[in-house]
């Protein structure tokens, strides 16, 4: 069974959310899904549908998918909604906006959306500032999990379009992760890319509190600042510091016609591999935590 749990749904609100404020005629969706070489998303429905028939072709059996701007929540739900069998949902949240609590409570409402993401270095905040442990102690009533993107953070579609990325990296710290989640040790935490870039810190986040996992997601290009490191090795060194029950596999699969990333999960079964990996380690790497993680209602 693989379950992937890291994916983008590119929704045409989205699209439309990223662009706010530049110069777009027409349909904005549309115009920008040409501009990027993407095919139009279309309505929440029929991109959901779209990821299934992307899914059953791989042999994908869930998918975390993650609503990856602020206010696109209702993209995401309306997927989880069509397909709860296959999808869980996550959102982007900026916690720094303002009444985060009044804000937060009411999108966990109804079950469909199940994990918070947090972009510390994105949306400019501290991870000891007093809302994001508002944040943790939300998720804990709402009986949810917490994302927080650590690291390096590039996002490519704000790249091709030219939009500024001023992102300040070294509020992504895993060791402040860290530091919140010991206080909410009943709230599942995910660190994705294995800390993109800051590995030995997230390895160390990840020996310090049992409630947070590592996800395997994207190309993991963070390796080039460790002269050396290989794929082989980050996973070698993650399930010895983790153990297979604290990793989830992901892909960053996100935009069409490119799809599910296949390319991805092929290159982290063949590390897994060839570290020699039980089959008990690699079906809970794949999507045995995802499953115990998310279980279905």
């Not at 442990?133 to 390096?152: K, S, W």
């Not at 500024?164 to 909410?184: N, Y």
């Not at 690699?282 to 279905?296: E, H, I, K, Q, Y």
């Amino acid at each position: 069974m693989v379950c992937d749990t890291h994916c983008h749904f590119f929704s045409s609100r989205f699209l439309e959310l990223l662009t706010q404020g530049t110069e777009v005629s027409g349909d904005r969706a549309a115009a920008v899904s040409t501009k990027l070489g993407w095919d139009p998303p279309g309505t929440p429905e029929e991109l959901a549908d779209r990821w299934v028939v992307e899914l059953d072709r791989h042999t994908v059996a869930r998918v975390a998918l993650i609503a990856s701007v602020p206010g696109d929540e209702a993209s995401v739900r309306t997927a989880v909604i069509r397909h709860p069998t296959r999808f869980v949902g996550f959102f982007m949240f900026n916690p720094a906006a303002g009444d985060a609590r009044s804000r937060l409570v009411p999108l966990f409402e109804g079950g469909h959306l199940r994990v918070v993401a947090l972009f510390p270095a994105m949306h400019r905040y501290r991870l000891d500032d007093p809302v994001v442990e508002t944040v943790f102690e939300v998720a804990a009533d709402a009986g949810a999990a917490v994302f927080v993107h650590c690291g390096m953070l590039t996002v490519g579609v704000r790249k091709r379009l030219g939009l500024p990325s001023s992102f300040d990296l070294r509020l992504g710290d895993p060791l402040g992760v860290a530091a919140v989640a010991a206080r909410h040790p009943a709230v599942p935490v995910i660190i994705p890319h294995f800390g993109a870039g800051f590995f030995r810190e997230a390895l160390m986040a990840v020996d310090q509190c049992a409630n947070i996992l590592l996800d395997t997601s994207s190309s993991n290009g963070w390796m080039k600042y460790y002269p050396g490191l290989t794929l082989d090795g980050v996973f070698q060194q993650a399930l010895a510091v983790a153990g297979p029950e604290r990793l989830l596999f992901g892909t960053d699969s996100s935009f069409f016609p490119r799809g599910w990333q296949k390319p991805v999960h092929d290159a982290q079964v063949a590390a897994l591999a060839a570290v020699r990996a039980t089959h008990e380690a690699r079906s809970r790497v794949m999507g045995g935590n995802f499953a115990r993680l998310f279980p279905l209602s």
